[in-house]
């Protein structure tokens, strides 16, 4: 799904999510990875919802997000709860949802301004 088109220099917006690639500022990814407003993290290492573990997280919360949004691949898988609490101890917003959600949620919030995280499943 093609997303609308954004000014790069306004910060990393997704441009385009399918089943075979993320488009972020005119360049492709093709692996799980972590986009804020000013960087975006290649090869976060969860390679699936199933792998997903606390330390995780770690790269995430090093953001210092207001939002973090979790896309949990082609469908939405909720992880449990325990994995994701340290966010939600620390009055992180958490939204889990399916990664093609998560690319349009993270440009909404984006472009809101928002300190958002998402690290999205690939």
Wanted: with cysteine; hydrophobic share 45%.
């Amino acid at each position: 799904m093609k997303f609308s088109e954004d000014n790069p220099a306004d910060g990393f917006f997704i441009q385009k999510y399918d089943d075979e690639k993320i488009i972020i500022n005119d360049r492709g990814f093709d692996c799980s990875l972590i986009i804020c407003p000013d960087k975006v993290i290649e090869h976060w290492q969860p390679r699936s919802i199933e792998a997903l573990t606390l330390q995780h997280f770690d790269a995430l919360l090093a953001l210092q997000p207001e939002v973090a949004i979790i896309g949990t691949g082609s469908r939405l898988v909720f992880p449990d709860v325990a994995v994701y609490s340290s966010l939600i101890q620390q009055g992180i917003g958490v939204e889990i949802m399916d990664t093609g959600a998560a690319c349009r949620t993270y440009n909404i919030l984006m472009g809101e301004g928002r300190r958002v995280v998402a690290g999205l499943i690939f």
